[in-house]
């Protein structure tokens, strides 16, 4: 299996737009985020863990060849509106995309796509999709992962981690991760988290509340995304413990 982070950056990326502070303005490459997103690959079978607005661009950096299903946490702009950037991959692949998200969220996914759902005219290259909602603790199987999906909150909205094949974990925008949670998460050997800054959000995991549901967690490995421009990236690491790091964009993981 093999993850690779395509962005690790919070809803503006860094840089942010017309900021001039040290981060958005630092020529580490390091401190680059485009807006999170994650893929994972076994056998050929390609997820895609949500479609932010820097869609395009990861997938021509990244040179990816092929995508098999899109696993959404939630409609926020900067985790949906890329999907219309893999209207290309449908046509000249030809075959269509698995969508999966909540049922909660079916609603406003159908409202802010309804341009798929409810196309005015055939033609005009309109992406094709296979289209799933699901239940939270259920399995799901696609291609060779089992897709386990875990409610957590992200502020006062409930969105959706993911633990793949028993082995990673995906919690992205969390504000709070309920008991049981943890408990069917278990141990896993790769745990990707939120941690959006230093100083407390009401929406988001800060830098203490990141390490302290990372170390309930225990993972074999954990790895920090949804990074904003408050954390540099060299300075936070080094403040890190040892099994727990930053992600950067383009970062590998082989399992
Ligand atoms: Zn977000
Ligand atoms: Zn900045
Ligand atoms: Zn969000």
């Excluded at 093999?2 to 401190?31: E, H, K, M």
């Excluded at 992200?154 to 008991?179: C, F, Q, R, W």
């Excluded at 967690?217 to 904003?228: D, L, N, V």
Aim: hydrophobic content about 40%.
């Amino acid at each position: 299996m093999q993850i690779r982070f395509l962005g690790t950056g919070t809803s503006d990326g860094i840089p942010t737009f017309l900021c001039s502070c040290p981060v958005c303005t630092s020529p580490n490459p390091a401190n680059k985020r485009l807006r999170s997103s994650l893929l994972i690959t076994k056998e050929n079978y390609t997820v895609l863990f949500d479609t932010p607005p820097d869609m395009r661009y990861m997938l021509l950096r990244y040179r990816i060849p092929d995508l098999d299903a899109v696993f959404y946490t939630h409609p926020h702009y900067d985790h949906i509106a890329g999907l219309d950037d893999l209207r290309s991959h449908t046509l000249i692949n030809k075959k269509p995309l698995e969508i999966y998200i909540h049922r909660r969220f079916n609603r406003d996914f159908k409202r802010r796509f309804h341009h798929i759902f409810h196309p005015l005219q055939t033609g005009g290259g309109i992406i094709k999709i296979n289209y799933h909602n699901f239940r939270d603790y259920t399995q799901i199987k696609a291609g060779p992962f089992c897709i386990k999906t875990l409610p957590v909150w992200h502020g006062k909205l409930e969105i959706t981690a993911y633990l793949v094949n028993n082995k990673v974990a995906y919690i992205n925008d969390v504000s709070m991760i309920p008991e049981a949670v943890f408990a069917a998460l278990g141990q896993p050997e790769i745990l990707i988290l939120d941690m959006l800054r230093i100083r407390p959000h009401s929406t988001h995991f800060n830098f203490e509340q990141a390490l302290d549901a990372a170390r309930k967690i225990g993972a074999g490995k954990t790895y920090f995304t949804h990074i904003a421009h408050e954390i540099e990236h060299e300075k936070v690491c080094a403040m890190l413990p040892a099994g727990m790091e930053l992600a950067r964009d383009g970062m590998v993981i082989d399992l």
